[in-house]
């Protein structure tokens, strides 16, 4: 496949896990040494999956983009919490689980399917007087976000392994995963974090059709070579 980065593409990313959405857009920026890029939705450091890039003129179409549903998979572990609602910070809190029954477990998630307010993390890049948000988290500052309405199209059960519990999610832009495995914590009386998250999907574009950085650097690599450049 022919690529035309400078006139403009729309890239399927599959982030690797510890790389934040900026340090992708980074890297793809300079192996391609194209002057207009950016991504449509952030990932956390902490998740994987579907990041999607635009070059030249399709960074018009980055609000279209990342406003499409999205769809995940990833895992929860009931019974502990953390402050970030995820592995980014230690456990503060365990409790015991021994009570609950896989129909709890599917009830609870039932009750999130719809339209819902939900409160982002206080570890999240939400704007607050001015600061990111999980600049006062890290700095011991707490701060007070507001919820938002989002919708749950679909929340499945998929596997249940002792405290981690696998899910799919399908929502809508501005839904954090990681506040949902929270509430759904809480909704149980036992807490819970995100252990792991995937995004799978955004809108018609699919995780399956991603490219990796390394296809990213091949390509250019395979273009400079055609052109009779050094890489």
């Known amino acids: 496949m022919a690529y035309n980065f400078e006139a403009g593409e729309i890239l399927l990313i599959n982030k690797p896990i ?3 959405s900026f340090d992708v ?3 793809v920026r300079n192996t391609l040494r194209v002057k207009k890029i950016g991504h449509a939705g952030t990932l956390d450091p902490l998740a994987t999956g579907l990041l999607i ?3 030249g003129k399709y960074t018009k179409r980055i609000d279209e983009i990342q406003g499409q549903e999205k769809e995940y998979t990833g895992t929860m572990t009931i019974g502990q919490t953390t402050p970030s609602y995820d592995l980014e910070t230690p456990v503060s809190e365990a409790k ?3 009570h609950l029954t896989p129909e709890h477990l599917y009830a609870a998630a039932a009750g999130f399917v719809g339209t819902i307010e939900q409160v982002p993390p206080l570890y999240s890049a939400i704007w607050v007087e001015g600061k990111r948000a999980y600049d006062l988290a890290r700095g011991g500052k707490t701060a007070e976000i507001k919820p938002r309405t ?3 199209k679909a929340f499945e059960i998929t596997g249940i392994e002792g405290a981690v519990i696998s899910f799919k999610v399908v929502c809508t832009k501005g839904t954090y995963i990681r506040s949902l495995a929270h509430d759904f914590g809480q909704k149980l009386g036992v807490g819970a ?3 792991s998250l995937v995004r799978t999907r955004i809108g018609e574009y699919k995780l399956a059709d991603s490219l990796t950085i390394e296809d990213i650097q091949a390509i250019r690599k395979a273009q400079l070579e055609a ?3 050094n890489p």
Do not use: P
């Open 96 to 98: 015991d689980i021994s």
């Open 150 to 152: 989002i919708t749950i």
């Open 227 to 229: 052109n009779g450049s």
């Open 25 to 27: 857009v980074k890297k």
């Open 193 to 195: 974090h995100l252990s």
């Open 53 to 55: 890039l635009c070059t």
């Open 18 to 20: 510890d790389w934040t």
